[in-house]
């Protein structure tokens, strides 16, 4: 079978050099300062009305995974509102262009998780202005790898900013969520390898992926009995700002070498996933599991 434009483009970046160039920048990170430009499915992804009239709420959404995400989601025909750090209005931006020219409403809810009434007020925006909701992806997410290592080098601002986005945010946006959610429904939580294989770099990251898959599996029998299906993606090494944003530029270079397909993915080989989580045609029995795009490395 021949291989997809994306994971050709994908792999040809790889083999330029084995990996991306060493590089770093400020955290939350823009897409403009990545050299290469990542690979959201601008040109790729191909909608087949899988969400057709479904509304989407994702964290993160402005850039990486949740940029593809949102490109797909509006392509498969749901509108999309997406939540991001203030900083990141030119990234959202971008997002929101390529959502409207999918012919899809576009909704930007700036708004920082780590506080709790701003997770209402981003559900509250978003359920307004886009009539409902049906599908939400938990896919902001926060590490600090710079520094000295491990448990050692463990800074109390960072343990409270990674505890705060990716498990307290998380919480509080998803419990905001719940009563507009029902029948045919999901959630859809972005963990990651580091909850299966975790780096002495990312101590608190990886504890905080490992509670995120143990609250997907609680919250689907919680929810199983409303019809609402919640699950999560488990993404190995990709090639978006969260990386040159909280790592060192030689730890960005090697990024994907240790993986059985030897590279680091592109966003837009995440979207899938998402798509199929989220359908309720496709994945009508499909909750409270972990499906892992890695690059082949194992999430069980
Ligand atoms: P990204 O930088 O594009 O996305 C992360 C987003 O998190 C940011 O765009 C930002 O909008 C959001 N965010 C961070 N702190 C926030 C806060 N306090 N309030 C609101 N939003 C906040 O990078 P990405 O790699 O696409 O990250 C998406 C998810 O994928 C994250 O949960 C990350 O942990 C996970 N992940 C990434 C990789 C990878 O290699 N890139 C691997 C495994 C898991
Ligand atoms: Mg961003």
Redesign the pocket.
Known sequence: MAESDVSKNARDLADSGGGMAPQQQE???A?ALMEPAPDHGEQSWVGRGRLEGMRALI??????????VAIAYAREGADVA????PA?ED??RDTAAWIEKAGRRAVLV?????DEA?CGEIVERAVAELGGLNILV??????WARGEKGLRGLTTEALD?AM???IY?MLWLTRAALPHLGRGDSIIN?????AYDPSVTMID?AA??AALNNITANLAAELGPDGIRVNA???????????P??KEPEAVAE??RDTPLGR??Q?AE?AGAYVFLACPAEASFVSGTVLGVTGGMPVF
């Open positions: 955290h939350p990170g897409t964290t993160g959404g402005d850039s990486g995974i949740g940029r593809a997406i939540n991001y750090l990141e990234d959202a700036p708004g920082d998780l780590r701003t938990n896919n902001a997410g926060y590490h900013q705060r986005t990716n945010g972005t963990t990651s390898l580091q990251y905080t992926k993606v488990a993404p190995g090494p990709v090639w978006t700002p969260l990386q944003a909280t990024m994907g680091i993915g966003p995440l």
